[in-house]
């Protein structure tokens, strides 16, 4: 990126014309007196990410595997359908805070036939590469901190903070959660997804991740409490629910879907020397089985949400698929009216 540039060689005041000329609904949902605070951009613009590329960390690589958007649709659709508020009025805006390179929006886009078709996604992210992504995808973007939200007060009917949220320093996550709670409306809703501490997940990134990819994962996850705890003193009612959040890849045979799973992992959490240095992709798939095996995390839990409990690959009418569990706890704020 060009020293000091909003995006990738975008200067703050080309963005905006941009996204007035392309995004209008976007654009008069930007609060330009935030976005041009000086601390705020200089917050912003100081920042490296390993998201940016893969001389950061994983940017490159996860950008590549997020090209099938459709992987978590699973999990995504369910997040989706938890943050629609219970009053919908004509089409649901959501603020997807932490949305990388748009994926939950490509896969809402992609699927007109179900009732994601009413949903409006704006992506929000930290990184000016995954933003500036979004935007050559079509969709409406905004570079932004989940900590310090470019958007008005009051102005999307939800806000989603997902697939990351452990990204953000345990210290600056309660200001996440008020920043999502400022702009949504009264009645709206925030989804905070993250994996618990003691889950399966947790352990794959501290042991596999973190000491095989370049950047590491050195990000503490969430307890439930935790997740609640971060709404304490704001207008708003929460429940924590677990949620089945697969990795779901389908094709013709067996080993296709294997192999492409294998390879998705390997580009999604940067780890494919690591998995490359196994005998052959079955092996590779044999110790993704024991990582991803959620059977004693999900017998601990009073009503464990259904699916496979360790990776599967089933076959249905001649189509196959490799399903990789993995479960979430998802905290669901309703902003008081
Ligand atoms: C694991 S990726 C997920 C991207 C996208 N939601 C997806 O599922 O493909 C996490 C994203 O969070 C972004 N991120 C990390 N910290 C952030 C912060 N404090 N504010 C906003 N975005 C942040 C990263 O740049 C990255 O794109």
């Known amino acids: ?27 008069g949902l930007l609060d330009l007196v935030r976005a041009r605070s000086a601390d705020t951009l ?11 590329s893969d001389d950061t960390g994983r940017g490159d690589s996860y950008r590549r595997a997020q090209q099938d958007a459709f992987v978590r649709w699973t999990g995504a659709h369910r997040l989706l359908s938890l ?15 932490l949305g990388g390179d748009g994926t939950i929006a490509r896969a809402v886009g992609g699927r007109a036939d179900s009732s994601a078709a009413k949903l409006t996604i704006l992506t929000g992210d930290i990184s000016g590469e995954m933003v500036a992504q979004a935007l050559a995808y079509g969709l409406p973007a905004v ?5 310090a939200l470019l958007l008005r007060d009051d102005c999307v009917d939800a806000a989603l903070l997902a697939y990351g949220t452990h990204h953000i320093a345990p210290a600056d996550r309660p200001r996440a959660a008020a920043e999502a709670v400022r702009v949504v409306r009264p009645g709206g809703r925030v989804v905070l997804h993250d994996f618990d501490e003691s889950s399966p997940m947790a352990r794959f990134f501290t042991d ?19 997740m609640a705890d971060h709404f304490d003193g704001l207008p708003v009612s929460v429940q924590v629910l677990d949620v089945y959040d697969p990795l779901v890849i389908r094709g013709s045979t067996a080993e296709e879907v294997r192999d492409r799973m294998c390879d998705y992992i390997a580009d999604m959490y940067g780890i494919r020397s690591y998995l490359s240095a196994q005998r052959n992709n079955s092996a590779a798939w044999d110790l993704l089985t024991e990582f991803f095996d959620h059977s004693e995390y999900l017998s601990g ?3 464990p949400p259904t699916g496979p409990v360790r ?4 076959e249905h009418d001649g189509e196959f698929a490799a399903e990789v569990p ?5 905290a669901v704020a309703e902003k008081a009216v």
């Open 83 to 97: 943050a629609t508020p219970a009053d919908p009025a004509g089409d649901v805006v959501i603020l997807d805070v």
């Open 143 to 147: 570079r932004q901190a989940a900590e």
């Open 311 to 314: 990776p599967v690959i089933r």
């Open 42 to 52: 200089s917050a912003l613009l100081s920042l490296t990410n390993e998201f940016d």
């Open 301 to 303: 839990l009073s009503s």
């Open 208 to 226: 596999v991740v973190h000491p095989n990819s370049s950047a590491g994962h050195d990000y503490p996850h969430f307890t439930r409490a935790e």
């Open 326 to 330: 993995r479960v979430a706890i998802v």
């Open 1 to 27: 990126m060009s020293e000091g540039s909003y995006l990738p060689s975008v200067p703050l005041d080309e963005y905006v014309r941009i996204v007035a000329a392309q995004h209008p609904q976007l654009h």
